[in-house]
């Protein structure tokens, strides 16, 4: 691990996302429901 982090990270370049792909990762963002209960989280898509 050490040996991965000590290391010169090179510079990435940023990449713009289509708007199909954002519009639906906003769609799966909304359907997405968490719940918590007791010391256990449930997620559900809301189709």
Do not use: W
């Not at 990270?9 to 719940?35: D, E, N, W, Y």
Request: proline share 2%; hydrophobic share 35%.
């Amino acid at each position: 691990m050490e040996e991965i982090y000590s290391e010169e990270q090179q510079i990435c370049k940023i990449t713009k996302a289509r708007p199909a792909t954002v519009q639906f990762l906003l769609g799966f963002s909304k359907s997405m429901h968490v719940v918590d209960y007791k010391n256990t989280q449930f997620e559900t898509i809301l189709n």
